[in-house]
């Protein structure tokens, strides 16, 4: 009995291990192994032909830091979380509360704050480009109507990151508004039935019931919206490149750059690893909170 | 509600609406009139289709539109196997190193395959996958966020099915494609419509991976169409930016309750 339940348990595990190996293999390839690589790499200098890569230990990390772009694209990053976490849940917020209340044109509504979800980022820039294009852009021209001057906003450095922050923000908002929508629709009638009996105004029952039950899911957008801080970069492709002199670089085109323009990867490598670390951070929050958020399941 | 909030509610709302749906309107209305009739906003102005033609000829579409179908085609069938085997080992089946196994998984979540661009370039590179379709799809087939999904879809399967199932006679692998995978199915099409639309739209990896317009998918001929050096003008972009969102976008115009409740319930999984 005892050897053929040891052989079915083995029979088991080899099953098991089987059915996972092509995500096992998969995973190691495209995630596992390049991450220890990248930290391999990072503390290799870059090798020429005549100067193999040497093993030099945190001295790519220490170039980073001596260097002004570096913190001119850190600053940058953080400006743009700073800015984007906080509105676009904003905006998603006040949009899953009117696309939630009983109002004429809901369908449409919903469609068309949901619809940016749905294209790439490289078309969301090539619309804007023409909002932003000057004279001949629609802000310009909405802009001379009230005599105001043209305006280069992708072409100054005070105004390029913020062009840059509008875009991620239209096209993440309604993306965001339907985990708050699902959110909203698990509130129970009887708490806004109860509040009207209380004669509760409308912004009481919004602040003292709707906003404390939407906190979980608004844990779980902040976090998704402060990934997408980092991972949202594709239109700076087209819009600004990280321009003009490096006002609008984020930090994944700033890798982008080092590894693929100036085909310099050690340095894009120390880089990645810096992302990495704050993405752990990222994750050890949701970890932290994940069982508040079970509240919704 | 009193009637002057609702109407206040209802002039925000669609306010908001109008702005949001703007952009899009305006690169439709840009791609139908010429460049000065769009840029001087002469409402009356007539309609043409020669954007199209310029924008068509102006680059090999065909090709790029093709690319990225193969491109989400072969990611879909790709994460459908890998996360259903997963998926299944991680719901049903007891083995040793299971959880310290599925707990690496959710260590992907957070890995983003666009952060490790480098090395992952370099082990594409290494396979003989560079400016290959199959280069540009292969790093999202395991996707962390894919088992993860199959595995709750899989869990909630009543273990009685499973074991009629077994007495009937049919196999293992016969029971996952017979019982479960049939089960899961509102599960399958959520992921699929996320996927598609994900890698349908997925831009810096192809760039990197790809080289030649034999690979390129559309996101990616697209923004070198655009690139100011080429000097095209806004209506010809607005041409091409219009039909390269068209087949997702109509899709999802006719699909939308499907595609809001997928990404609902891929996002909260």
Redesign the interface.
């Known amino acids: 009995m005892s050897e053929l339940a040891k052989l079915e348990r083995r029979r088991?595990?080899i099953?098991?291990?089987l059915?996972?190996s092509?995500?096992?293999?998969?995973?190691s390839?495209?995630?596992?192994?390049?991450?220890i690589?990248?930290l391999w790499?990072s503390m290799f200098s870059r090798g020429t032909r005549r100067h193999p890569a040497a093993f030099i230990g945190g001295e790519n990390y220490n170039d980073l830091f001596a260097d002004p772009t570096f913190w001119i694209v850190v600053k940058n990053n953080l400006f743009y979380a700073g800015i984007t976490v906080p509105l676009s849940m904003f905006?998603a917020l006040?949009?899953a509360l009117?696309?939630n209340?009983?109002?004429?044109?809901k369908g449409?509504?919903r469609?068309?704050?949901?619809?940016?979800?749905?294209?790439?980022?490289?078309?969301?820039a090539?619309?804007?480009?023409?909002?932003y294009?000057p004279g001949?852009g629609?802000l310009d021209?909405i802009g001379a109507l009230f005599g105001l001057p043209s305006v280069n906003w992708l072409g100054q450095p005070e105004t390029a990151l913020w062009a840059i922050i509008i875009v991620t923000v239209?096209k993440e908002s309604?993306?965001f508004m339907?985990?708050y929508l699902?959110a909203l629709q698990t509130i129970p009638v009887d708490l806004r039935e109860a509040s009207d009996l209380e004669g509760a105004s409308?912004w009481t029952y919004t602040r003292r019931i709707v906003l404390p039950m939407l906190m979980p899911m608004t844990l779980?957008i902040g976090v998704?919206a402060m990934?997408n801080s980092?991972?949202l970069?594709?239109h700076l492709?087209?819009l600004t490149k990280g321009g003009p002199s490096d006002a609008s670089k984020l930090i994944?085109y700033y890798?982008?750059e080092q590894?693929?323009a100036f085909f310099d990867?050690p340095h894009?490598?120390a880089l990645?690893m810096l992302?990495?670390l704050v993405?752990?951070v990222?994750?050890a929050i949701q970890f932290f909170y994940i069982d508040r958020r079970t509240h919704?399941? | 509600?009193s009637r002057f909030?609702?109407s206040f509610?209802?002039i925000?709302?669609?306010a908001?609406?109008?702005v949001?749906?703007a952009?899009?309107v305006?690169?439709v209305w840009?791609a139908v009139h010429t460049t000065s009739d769009a840029?001087n906003?002469r409402l009356t102005s007539p309609w043409t289709l020669d954007n199209f033609r310029t924008a068509w000829d102006g680059a090999p579409w065909g090709k790029y539109f093709l690319n990225t179908f193969i491109l989400v085609t072969i990611v879909l069938i790709g994460q459908f196997?890998?996360?259903t085997?997963?998926g299944?080992?991680?719901a049903q089946?007891?083995?040793?190193?299971?959880d310290f196994?599925f707990l690496?998984?959710l260590?992907?979540?957070?890995?983003?395959?666009?952060?490790?661009?480098?090395?992952?370039?370099?082990?594409v590179s290494r396979?003989g996958l560079f400016d290959s379709i199959l280069g540009v799809g292969?790093?999202y087939?395991?996707s962390?966020f894919g088992?993860f999904l199959m595995r709750q879809a899989f869990k909630s399967v009543p273990i009685e099915l499973d074991e009629a199932a077994r007495i009937e006679g049919c196999s293992?692998l016969g029971i996952l494609l017979k019982v479960y995978v049939p089960l899961a199915k509102p599960t399958y099409l959520a992921y699929a419509l996320v996927s598609v639309?994900t890698h349908?739209?997925?831009?810096?990896w192809p760039?990197?991976v790809t080289n030649s317009p034999d690979t390129r998918p559309?996101?990616v001929g697209?923004?070198i169409f655009?690139a100011p050096e080429n000097g095209v003008d806004?209506s010809i972009?607005?041409a091409?930016?219009v039909m390269?969102?068209a087949p997702?976008?109509i899709a999802?115009?006719i699909f939308?309750r499907q595609?809001?409740q997928a990404?609902?319930r891929a996002?909260?999984k």
């Not at chain 1, 092509?22 to 995973?27: C, F, M």
């Open positions: 088991r595990a099953y098991g291990w059915l996972l092509p995500a096992a293999i998969l995973l390839l495209f995630a596992f192994y390049p991450s690589a990248t790499e905006i006040s949009m009117w696309a209340s009983k109002i004429p044109a449409f509504v469609t068309a704050y949901f619809t940016p979800t749905v294209l790439p980022m490289i078309a969301a090539n619309l804007w480009l023409f909002f294009t001949l629609v021209q239209w309604g993306f339907i985990f699902a409308r779980f998704n990934i980092v991972k970069i594709d492709f087209i994944l890798i982008w590894a693929f990867s894009a490598a990645t992302v990495l993405l752990g990222v994750a919704y399941q | 509600m909030t609702k509610d209802t925000g709302a669609v908001l609406a109008i949001w749906i952009p899009l305006f690169a840009a840029v906003f196997i890998v996360t085997l997963a299944y080992a991680f089946v007891q083995f040793p190193g299971k196994a690496l998984v260590l992907q979540l957070f890995i983003l395959p666009e952060v490790l661009i480098v090395e992952n370039y370099a082990m396979l292969m790093p087939m395991a962390a088992i293992r639309s349908w739209n997925n831009f810096l760039l990197i559309l996101t697209l923004s655009g806004i972009i607005s091409a930016t390269s969102v997702l976008l999802f115009l939308q595609f809001v990404f609902l996002g909260i």
